[in-house]
Structures are given as C-alpha cells and as structure tokens.
C-alpha cells in the first residue's frame, strides 16, 4: 500500500513543493515511479527508479528516497506544475499500486 | 512518434456490453506489455490488468478479475478493454499504457459513462 502527504499542496509561484510517498513494504530495487497528472489530461511519466528524471522533464522536478520513503521536489514553482502527482511500485509482485495522489495548487 | 490511440467516448446503459480499445503507433507494440488503468471521478488511479502483446499472456488487478477481459489482436497493434455487463460503477475514464517496468507512454484515455 501506497500513502501519499499531503492530499492537497497550496504554494505560490517560485515556492518549493515537497510531496512525500510511503511503502507499507519495502519497494524492490526502489522500482518507485511519480507521474503528474494535469487537469483533464493523461498522466505523464516525470521520474522513475525513484530518481531518474523522464525525457523532456525540467531540472526543477527531483525525485529522492529508497526503501519505503519517497520524495518528490519541485523548485521555482510555475503555474503549470497545478497538477496531481501520483506515486507508483512497479516492482515483479503484482498487482501494480499507486498512491491515492497529492493535488498541487498554485495560488 | 510514439503514441497510444485510444477509442472515443461512450454512453451506455446498465448490463449493456463494451469494448474500447487502444491502438500503438510509432513503436514495436509486441515489446511492451499494456496495461489498463481505471480512473473514476474525482479519484487517484487503479490498475486493473495488463497484457503481453506478443502471446496474449494477461495478469488482472484482483478488484478487477472476472469483471472485464483484456485482449490483443497484434496484427493490427491493438488491445481492448471489454465488459460483458456495465453497473454504474464501472463511469470512469479508462487509460492504456505501454511499459516494460514503469508507464512511459499513456493512451488519451476513454471516458465511460454507464447510466
């Protein structure tokens, strides 16, 4: 099971924004992925193995953590990153699970 | 382009049947598994199966098995969601996505309303 702090995030514009995701079980080979999901569109893949950041990913968007705690940061907020941000396992056991979500407001 | 194409909105009624679908572009579509991912109103995301384009090897998410099929005609880069009898419970938007370990490219998503 996935846990994902705070529900909802409020920041202004150039804040930084810290979303956290937590495993009840440790997460094999931190095989941790976070996706961002804008309003009324598709998610989109922005790190994976916990850190990496996806192709085409701004240097504003980290991902850190191993074992069962999760971090994604997000520095210099922009009006853009509004958005819900999920947190996902994708190790061998099945069935694949994610967080229920952290929603980022920009104020 | 690497993209996923998935099948336009539908309205259905109570125990009616449903097949959507979702199609690759721009890649080899039997290297990758897909998988489908419901999203219900105002919810996070929920996977519900995934399947081995390449000999139709299929996993389902425990709250989803027995409930829908997943399928795959690889001959035309395909693989479809399909419902034998909707409840109202089943109104979500549905994607696809492609992945060996993580997700890295998503369908447009179909949005099911049953009413």
């Known amino acids: 099971v996935l846990t994902q702090s705070p529900a909802t995030l409020s920041l202004s514009p150039g804040e930084r924004a810290t979303l956290s995701c937590r495993a009840s079980?440790?997460?094999?080979?931190?095989?941790l992925v976070w996706y961002q999901q804008r309003p009324g569109l598709a998610p989109r893949l922005l790190i994976y193995?916990?850190?990496t950041r996806a192709t085409g990913i701004p240097d504003r968007f980290s991902g850190s953590g191993s074992g069962t705690e999760f971090t994604l940061t997000i520095t210099r907020l922009e009006p853009e990153d509004a958005a819900l941000y999920h947190c996902?396992?994708?190790?061998?056991?099945?069935?694949?699970?994610f967080g229920p979500g952290t929603k980022v407001e920009i104020k | 382009e690497v993209q996923l194409v998935q099948s336009g909105a539908e309205v259905k009624k109570p125990g009616e049947s449903l097949r959507i679908s979702c199609q690759g572009f721009?890649?080899?579509?039997?290297?990758?598994?897909i998988s489908w991912v419901r999203q219900m109103p105002g919810k996070g995301l929920e996977w519900m199966g995934r399947?081995?384009?390449?000999?139709?090897?299929?996993n389902y998410g425990p709250s989803f098995r027995g409930h829908v099929s997943i399928s795959v005609d690889k001959s035309i880069n395909t693989a479809y969601l399909q419902w034998s009898s909707l409840k109202a419970s089943d109104t979500a938007i549905y994607y696809c996505?492609?992945?060996?370990?993580?997700?890295?490219?998503w369908g447009n998503g179909t949005t099911v309303t049953v009413s």
């Open positions: 996505t492609r992945h060996r370990t993580y997700m890295d490219v």
């Open positions: 721009g890649y080899d579509y039997t290297n990758y598994w």
């Open positions: 399947i081995d384009p390449s000999d139709s090897y299929t």
């Open positions: 079980q440790s997460v094999s080979s931190d095989y």
């Open positions: 193995d916990a850190s």
């Open positions: 996902q396992q994708y190790g061998s056991a099945l069935p694949f699970t």
